[in-house]
């Protein structure tokens, strides 16, 4: 979904939608429904649809419906023929529940399915905050995925926790005594993905002076995860589409097969059906990495989680369990959209304990109400002389580092190595911090 909202085709104001139903009124398969309800609805002729449909002026991927506050989401997967509401073909609407949509040569209405009980809180995934509603279900999935070894899709906009999340799958499952390994395929040029997939031989391509081996034989017995696949170049997917197949590989430049034994979870912010729709994205491949589909709901669709999220945040920074250093300032946290998602919130928290204050050019969160910054320590006297930004600032972060690390050895009864694993730091950094800050036991 577009973080800034989609159009909104409804003329009176609408409750918030927890469920979708979907019925076929005209067309080939009129009558058919899904009125149990769902978070998420897809509709299309792939059998993999929610709502699955025979005629053939629908897309393979047409359309997905999905819960909102002010009513269903809907998006156009990229069709052939479109998405009509009434006269106006949409890409992304919000409509109200009741709304008829005509997807080629059939008619079905989106309604709302009320709402079920929230689930109740499931054994928690280790580093996964789930107090919402939305996120309980995604960790109640995500523990009965972890038992098996089928591939995961995880989808979700930039910044939810996608990698979190499958990390905790790993650690949830069999394999977590076995490498993770995370292979990022938005951030490698398309001339070394390969390589760093399957490995390569010594003198494969230029600057190929050893053999290396890629993730796939790093990560054996364990979990490949494959973050941002949608950028995947396409002709690289037949090989890894022959790797889920048939469990083995070459590396690049040689000739004997390898044989693998790895569970393999992907990540994309991207919606692959329509990529499939659009033919850059193999739909032989998605259907073997979608096996299973796990959505991580975006952080302005998690409201009951901002507040653990920003004091789990704060304890990783500052050492300090259970704190909220950001209290007074949670109605102009809560009051955001954040299109970065939890992300972004890391960044704002980090900035204000630095900083002492919210970031913004008011003191306040951009977009947030104007008025006096929304301090995080004691106001300094307005009547005092100014420093200067930089030295303000790096001011600030030598007490924070003062007092983090004098905590932190107080947690760790002095043994260093010990706070370097709390604080999950390199040893030697963390022993030139102390002596920096006369802190050397």
Not at 37 to 49: E, F, K, N, Q
Request: charge should be neutral; include cysteine.
């Amino acid at each position: 979904m577009d973080p800034a909202g989609p159009t909104t085709l409804q003329a009176r104001p609408v409750r918030a939608v927890r469920l979708v139903a979907a019925r076929v009124e005209a067309g080939p398969d009129a009558g058919r429904a899904l009125d149990d309800g769902a978070r998420v609805l897809t509709i299309g002729t792939s059998p993999d649809c929610d709502l699955a449909l025979t005629d053939p002026t629908v897309s393979r991927y047409h359309l997905e419906v999905r819960h909102a506050a002010d009513g269903l989401a809907v998006v156009d997967l990229g069709s052939t023929n479109g998405t009509m509401v009434g006269t106006t073909r949409i890409e992304r609407a919000t409509v109200a529940p009741g709304t008829r949509l005509r997807l080629g040569a059939t008619t079905l209405v989106v309604d709302d399915a009320g709402a079920r009980a929230a689930p109740a809180a499931a054994e928690p995934l280790p580093g996964v905050i789930a107090h919402s509603p939305a996120m309980r279900e995604v960790v109640a999935l995500a523990r009965k995925l972890a038992m098996v070894g089928t591939s995961v899709l995880l989808e979700g906009e930039t910044g939810v926790g996608k990698e979190v999340v499958a990390r905790a799958i790993h650690d949830a499952g069999p394999r977590r005594d076995r490498p993770f390994v995370v292979v990022d395929c938005g951030s490698l040029p398309a001339t070394l993905i390969a390589a760093q997939l399957f490995g390569h031989e010594k003198g494969a391509f230029t600057g190929a002076d050893a053999r290396r081996p890629g993730a796939f034989e790093r990560a054996a017995g364990g979990t490949v995860f494959l973050d941002e696949i949608g950028e995947l170049p396409l002709d690289l997917q037949p090989a890894l589409l022959g790797v889920l197949e048939r469990h083995r590989f070459t590396r690049v430049g040689g000739a004997e097969p390898i044989d693998v034994d790895v569970r393999v979870l992907a990540a994309t912010h991207r919606d692959l059906r329509g990529e499939v729709n659009a033919g850059a994205f193999r739909a032989d491949l998605y259907f073997r990495l979608a096996v299973a589909r796990l959505t991580i709901p975006p952080l302005r669709e998690r409201a009951d989680d901002l507040e653990p999220l920003v004091i789990a945040l704060a304890e990783r920074f500052t050492g300090v369990a259970g704190d909220n250093p950001l209290a007074h300032a949670m109605p102009a946290l809560r009051q955001q959209r954040w299109p970065g998602n939890v992300r972004e919130l890391r960044n704002v928290v980090e900035a204000a304990l630095v900083l002492g204050q919210l970031p913004g050019p008011t003191g306040a969160l951009d977009g947030a109400p104007g008025g006096p910054p929304l301090a995080i320590a004691d106001a300094p006297d307005p009547s005092a002389a100014l420093a200067s930004y930089r030295e303000a600032k790096a001011a600030a972060l030598t007490d924070f580092e003062r007092d983090y690390l004098a905590r932190l050895l107080a947690a760790a009864a002095g043994n260093v190595s010990a706070a370097a694993r709390l604080a999950q730091m390199d040893r030697p950094y963390l022993i030139q911090l102390l002596r920096r800050h006369g802190l050397k036991p």
